[in-house]
C-alpha cells in the first residue's frame, strides 16, 4: 500500500523558510511524478508545485514561482519543497501527492492518486 508522509511543517515568521519533507514507500518513486498541494481554512485545495519522472520538469502555482523551489531525491525516495519569502497567505495544511508509475506528469495539477495526510504551515505576519 501506497504510503506518502509529510514532515516539516510548523510555525515561522513572515520572511522566514521552511523546507516540506514527503517521504514515499510502496510506490515506484522514481518513475512516479510528484506534487505539492495546499488548503487554507475555508479554502479549496489548490496546486502547490509539481515535478516530473525521468527528465525533470517542473511547474508553479503563479503565487508561489521565484519563492518556492520542488526538488526530489529517488534514492531517498522523497520529494522537497522548498519555501522562501514565506507569507501569511501561504499559512496552510500542505499535502503530497503523487501519480502513478509511468504517467505523465501532464497536466501539472491533476491525476494525482495518492495522497498523505498533511503537515501544518503557519505563517505569522
Known amino acids: 500500500q501506497v504510503q506518502l508522509v509529510e514532515s516539516g511543517g510548523g510555525l515561522v515568521q513572515a520572511g522566514g523558510s521552511l523546507r516540506l519533507s514527503c517521504a514515499a514507500s510502496a510506490l515506484t518513486f522514481s518513475r512516479s511524478a510528484m506534487g505539492w498541494f495546499r488548503q487554507a481554512p475555508g479554502k479549496e485545495r489548490e496546486f502547490v508545485a509539481a515535478i516530473s519522472w525521468g527528465v525533470i520538469s517542473t511547474d508553479y502555482a503563479d503565487s508561489v514561482k521565484g519563492r518556492f523551489t520542488i526538488s526530489r531525491d529517488n534514492a531517498k525516495n522523497t520529494v522537497y519543497l522548498q519555501m522562501n519569502s514565506l507569507k501569511p497567505e501561504d499559512t496552510a495544511i500542505y499535502y503530497c501527492?503523487?501519480?502513478?508509475?509511468?504517467?505523465?506528469?501532464?497536466?501539472?495539477?491533476?491525476?494525482?492518486?495518492?495522497w498523505g495526510q498533511g503537515t501544518q504551515v503557519t505563517v505569522s505576519s
Open positions: 501527492a503523487a501519480k502513478d508509475r509511468n504517467t505523465s506528469v501532464h497536466p501539472y495539477t491533476k491525476g494525482y492518486v495518492y
